[in-house]
Nanobody, 124 residues
Framework: QVQLVESGGGLVQAGGSLRLSCAASGRSFSGYAMGWFRQAPGKEGEFVAGITWSLGRTYYADSVKGRFTISRDNANNAVYLRMNSLKPEDTAVYYC?????????????????WGQGATVTVSS
């Protein structure tokens, strides 16, 4: 059974930092692109960041560029999202996702597996 499990969410003050982790299990994720999405209360979900398998190319939403960093540990089937300079508008449930075709896309419908989500709350 394929599982993506996020951890590392929590409550932080504006300007603070958090690191989200996503542990993948149940199959090899060799060749998979990994992404982070988020959904704020009352808003549609949005792409946050993504990383390819082979070259580790990274992609970011404009709203987080320069503040967030995505990385992955292929040997351990893990992906991370380092979030710095957090703002109240970053408050959301953050989801880890895996896509078998290996290319990062901002379209959530094209990802094959999803985690259950980790809540990030940024207070002002």
């Amino acid at each position: 059974q394929v599982q993506l499990v996020e951890s590392g969410g929590g409550l932080v003050q504006a300007g603070g930092s958090l690191r989200l982790s996503c542990a993948a299990s149940g199959r090899s994720f060799s060749g998979y692109a990994m992404g982070w999405f988020r959904q704020a209360p009352g808003k549609e979900g949005e792409f946050v960041a993504g990383i390819t398998w082979s070259l580790g190319r990274t992609y970011y939403a404009d709203s987080v560029k320069g503040r967030f960093t995505i990385s992955r540990d292929n040997a351990n089937n893990a992906v991370y999202l380092r979030m710095n300079s957090l703002k109240p508008e970053d408050t959301a449930v953050y989801y880890c996702a895996a896509r078998s075709l290996g290319a990062v896309t901002t379209d959530p419908r094209l990802y094959d597996y999803w985690g259950q989500g980790a809540t990030v709350t940024v207070s002002s």
